[in-house]
């Protein structure tokens, strides 16, 4: 960006009129451009526009309707980050109980991390990570499983209670892809504006 800019100043300087008013214009589109990008991969604040397309590390400034709110209308600003796409194993489920079909799936493990950035959330009747979804490579989405009781390689941990301003978490979410799939992306649909176009990271 200062590469950028420095070109763009020694032009006005060797420039008049409506040469002036050109480069003034091309510093503001690409202080505007990087302003976008920021955005776009950090929310830089803004809120992340439905269907975004964001990469796994990226936080989008999104907002959630809790599992027991009756309004599906009321919403509650979250950040949420999807942070690590991991393939696991079988033998990760040696002290756990599979079915036949489960022991012909592939696990993978999605670690995500979600902060409040506003008033207390309330989270009696599910985490907020209940919000993310897994797809699969043939684009299908699949469904996170529950243990009962701990599974170390992935933690599927509680939100704070109470969910208040400044406070984070983060979890792991477990799937169990049949056919020799596996989850290339994950998707949030947190509230009514992001069920048709989810934010994506890939």
Same mark, same amino acid.
């Given at each position: ?10 032009? /006005?300087?060797? %420039? ?22 920021? #955005?776009?991969? #950090? ?10 397309? /964001? ?33 696991? #194993? ?7 109980? /599979? ?14 991390? /979600?902060?409040?950035? *506003? *008033? ?12 993310? *979804? ?7 989405? &699949?469904?996170?499983?529950?243990? @009962?009781?701990?599974?170390?390689? %992935? ?16 979890? %792991? ?9 596996? @989850?290339?992306?994950? &998707? ?15």
């Amino acid at each position: 960006m200062a590469a950028l800019l420095g070109a763009a100043l020694l032009g /006005l300087a060797a %420039c008049g009129g409506d040469d002036e008013e050109a480069a003034s214009t091309a510093i503001a589109t690409a202080t505007a451009t990087s302003e976008a990008t920021q #955005s776009a991969s #950090s929310g830089g604040g803004k809120k992340t526009a439905p269907g975004a397309k /964001l990469a796994v590390g990226d936080t989008a400034h999104v907002d959630m309707t809790p599992l027991d709110e009756t309004d599906t209308k009321k919403t509650y600003p979250i950040d949420a980050t999807v942070l690590k796409i991991e393939r696991g #194993s079988l033998d990760d489920f040696k002290n756990i109980d /599979l079915d036949a079909q489960q022991k012909q799936s592939t696990p993978y493990y999605v670690k995500v991390r /979600l902060s409040n950035p *506003g *008033g207390t959330i309330p989270v009696q009747s599910g985490d907020p990570d209940l919000k993310f *979804g897994g797809i699969d490579d043939r684009g299908q989405e &699949q469904g996170s499983i529950t243990f @009962i009781g701990d599974f170390d390689r %992935c933690e599927d941990a509680k939100a704070p209670k109470p969910f208040k301003k400044g406070s984070k978490y983060e979890s %792991c979410l477990t799937y169990l892809v049949p056919g020799g799939g596996g @989850i290339e992306s994950v &998707q949030w649909q947190g509230s009514e504006r992001y069920i048709l176009k989810p934010v994506m990271w890939k």
